[in-house]
């Protein structure tokens, strides 16, 4: 098993953004900080694996074959927002045009 994190998020620690607090109301507010709480569990085949996969596995010292089957765990980003809420969908929040 090896682990991944999102690593090209949409939104930073210090966005201000819009948060749908309910259907068709949003609030504006600020991510105060992002961490990696849920994750998804995948069973995936060495020949199945990207690029990206294949060189985080490298990294931690996990030889991928193409015959081998792993299991890997991909960690999202959950939003911390100012007010304390946590956001675990960036389909709920929206960008801030300047």
Request: glycine residues 8%; neutral net charge.
């Amino acid at each position: 098993m090896f682990i991944l994190k999102k690593e090209n998020l949409e939104y930073e620690k210090g966005d201000i953004v819009y948060h749908e607090e309910s259907y068709r109301n949003l609030k504006e507010t600020l991510i105060s900080d992002i961490i990696f709480e849920d994750f998804d569990f995948s069973v995936i085949g060495g020949k199945s694996l990207g690029k990206y996969e294949k060189k985080i596995a490298l990294d931690s010292g996990i030889n991928i074959l193409d015959t081998g089957i792993y299991n890997v765990k991909y960690w999202r980003p959950v939003y911390v927002l100012i007010d304390g809420t946590k956001v675990g969908s960036e389909y709920k929040l929206y960008k801030k045009l300047k």
